[in-house]
């Protein structure tokens, strides 16, 4: 069963993303170790006793449709409910509207612990914490007024509403129509599939946001306006009124997450009165709907990285304590009585080995891509910081869902012919992380994202600036003579100097508008840029002095990423340098 | 909706297999390439329009116990007789009891397809083949005449009994028992788990191998011997007798293959009759059980790496279909009107090619191994074949079934948000495949015993002599000036010599008496064996001048994985031959 790694997370969050100096230097005011130390231990507390106990019937139940309501798993809703009442709802919401204001990475710790204990039930408030960043940033005050302060505390939730059947990757094609009506309000028609807790009964009112097109709109991504459209229309003084004219037509059957109701919802079709058309509010400006979305939509994607942690976290940890337990035949060395734990045998430690640098490095990358944003919020240099945020969040997002199939199908390898059982849980964490490399922009999109767009910012002074504290870290272990990191210094210079090539050769591509040599590359690059930071905050952490007895292992466990997983740095710079003739001469085979 | 590959896989089996050339010496007797052609073409419309049609309510249905009798899916009890009736199980049996004595490698392609078309159904022949090899082959006259032309027909099907809860790859410490009787016949008693097709409707009788221990036998795998156990007594006139003292007591509740019975079994409880003990037969000799297990382990090795290659297929054909159609966004350079298909977009196309060149690799390396086998009971120098045909099987197990799941994997991520969807059917590939890398030997094992068994063979002289092999493949590739290889030779040289360097270096490793650091690197060497083979054979493919058309395609998919997919290989070799000692002090972390 999980146990939430609350020392793990609190040192990553200080010592490799960068919080506690941040704490140190006064940027968080008077927050003080103590205190994330304690929201860390109770999160963990609720994640380990209260949610992960509920997992296994969630997937083995599911959410179900019945005479057009959803009903949760058995426990789920009497789950959410404590949980808002602990108040994670609003960690990191305003104050004015019932919020903790935290730093963004404290709740992000959190999340990793949420989605540990059960992916399928995070993903309610991963959602409501997106629309609750779209309405504050950009809703009305009136909007903010009415609706803010029940989605924070989490008696309301929130839902995201953007794919249509033909409009995926693609939201440019999109059909929903909006209309407008004299009183300022809108009447939203049309049908979005995928909609993650879209219709359900944990909560008293769902706050749908929803893409729509206007009539006069311009074509494509220009001509999207986004609207806020409640399941329940909220009267002047804040009670529930009538139903709106919404309503989820069906649930998907998955391959995972089974706990969290993925609907396809139909706007305006009259079900709930004469009057076609669902009431919906507009949230920014007409036909800017896609800015505000890309609002949520950054904070998702890192969110949806989080998933790929806590997964791989989970995973990990049930591994390693089957690998402990189950004795078979003699490992090469073994001077034990019988058999020996498996966790012997060579190959399954390197197989738990693989598990633990890859959740440990996915979860720098994320949290050092959290600490970003809050320190572009609160430092001085605001636009490095975005521009190390927008950087680091498509690289947080692929990398560390990869990192959680990966992780989770090692898991499953570990606990061999039990592993495909379904009773024994390592097959869900399989199923449930396979939709996290696909969904919030599948990691093809992630890797168009950070080649394209943020490879570019600052004219790439952003990202060659990155690579050069990178190298620093390399100098870190050389100075250190720490002999516990074998070749670590050499292994990171040359993982950083593939970095370093393939992004110079990447830049170079975009400036000559060679683009789909450089797409090519695009997602080998992704990861080599994703493996890189994982060796360099692995030797970051391996460095840091946090006095808390562990340094040896997290020194091994970097060497062991440096000298055995960054290996394939080479590889992947070689594609991304050289792959691209090959694969366009190939493309006769897909036509 | 999966379709035979037929020509494709006629081609492999011919121009890359090795099969063509044999078939040309003679070595095959009369059989021509028309009744080749013919044989594989019936199978693949069977698997196409019979077997396939059926996988997706085997897998929604699962098989089920009721008050004790397996149900198998709706449909599947009259597609398995229509099956046996095609004479389809016995492709390869002896002539004198009702099988054809084709060669194993027409078997092999044939079971690619079935198992394509659901890999679920096609596991009950693969372990009914397996029992027939093994009665055949150890099975007293008297055991071969009562039993084996039922078997090779398929109106009975056959089981291996070997695991139990404590005893999977360590077979040694197994606990069944078995007593003599004074008829010379046995009683057996004890309980397996994970018997696949253990109990089900479909057959008149069942045959169980079942591994157990006499009481006087000696520790360990020198103690275990084998039992033939039919679920129904057999009179000497052939008619089913009285049920014998077995039978399934649960169904195993799994990822994938849910069509396919996954049993526990008990023996010799008494539920069948007053008088307690399973009746069993010897085959071979007492305490020789293991051996006798191998005949038919090595032959389901291979079997097992057919299912990574078919689920590789059949996940590739699926993906690619819907990369056709499904259109999203403008790729670079598109000229159409509207939306690409995504298969347009490079890293969508970088994923389809990376499944083509997996499935094809995996191919050719299983045909080869099967080719090996045929040749080691036809060619004049037995023992290199029996050689090359061990080297090769563990690969050819490993490397499928990695790339089944990877591929799966692939065609998952390629479908967006449609492949988590279970409606869709590219999930099913995942959940299935992912069996393969365990049962039949892990991966792991597989490595072991290419490490420490396969590459000791003659001395070594055996694995040099391949890799001469793959060498004059290189060098065919030179040689032939075609502009398309592009870098291939070069790559395949430096990929070659990868693999060279790393088998030297586990050689001397051996020889020194280093076998924990040998193991530490097994599995990146079994890899990087599988890679460089994929390359050569791939050149292979595109050197052979079938008169088939599609030369230019198979050159294209050739540099594609050199330039690309082999890039990996200097990682892999250097994780062999560097990434022990890390892996050993990194341990620590696993206590």
Known sequence: MYKAPVEEIAFTLKHVAGMGEAMSNGLFGDLGDDLVDAILAEAGRFATEEVAPLAEIGDRQGARLV???????????DLYRDWIAGGWNGLTAPEAFGGQALPHIVNVAALEMWNSGSMAFALAPTLTMGAIEAVSTHGSAA???????KMVSGEWTGTMNLTEPHAGSDLGVLKARAERMPDGSYRIFGQKIFITW???????????????????????????????VPKFLVNDDGSLGPRNDLFCHSLEHKLGIHGSPTCTMIYGDGRFGEEKGAIGWLVGEENKGLACMFTMMNNA????????????????????????????GKAPGWAGTGMSPIAEHPDVARMLLTMKALTQGSRAISYACAHA????????????????AALLTPIAKSFSTDAGVEVASLGIQVHGGMGFIEE???????????????????????????????????????????????????????????????????RLDAAIADLEQATAWLLKALADD??????????????LFGLVLTGCYLAKGGLAESGDGKGEGRIALCRFAAENLLAETAALRDRVVNGAASLAAARILLA
Chains 1, 2 share one sequence.
Request: zero cysteines; hydrophobic letters at 40%; aromatic letters at 6%.
């Open 67 to 77: 005479d057009g309501e959803v009903r949760l798993p058995d426990g789920w809703r």
């Open 373 to 388: 944003i809050d320190m572009s919020r609160r430092a001085g240099d605001s636009r490095h910081w975005q521009e190390r």
């Open 301 to 328: 994607r890192l969110a949806v990285g989080m998933q790929g942690v806590a997964i791989a976290e989970a995973a990990t940890q049930k591994a390693l304590a089957y690998a402990r337990e189950r004795t078979q």
């Open 424 to 490: 024994t849980g390592a097959a869900r964490y399989l199923r449930d992380a396979r939709i996290a490399p696909i969904y919030e922009g599948t990691n093809g999109i992630q890797a168009i994202d950070l080649v394209t767009r943020k490879l570019p910012l600052s004219d790439g002074d952003q990202v060659k600036g990155f690579i050069a504290e990178l190298k620093e870290i390399a100098d870190g272990v050389r100075r250190s003579n720490l002999d516990g990191f074998g070749e670590t210094a050499a």
């Open 143 to 149: 909007l903010k007024e009415k609706y803010l302060e």
């Open 514 to 527: 060679r683009t789909a040599e450089a797409l090519a590359g695009a997602t080998p690059y992704q990861r």
């Open 198 to 228: 879209g219709e359900h009964d944990a909560a008293d009112n769902i706050i749908h946001l929803v893409l729509a097109r206007l009539a006069d709109a311009p074509a494509g991504t220009r001509g999207i306006s986004l609207f806020l």
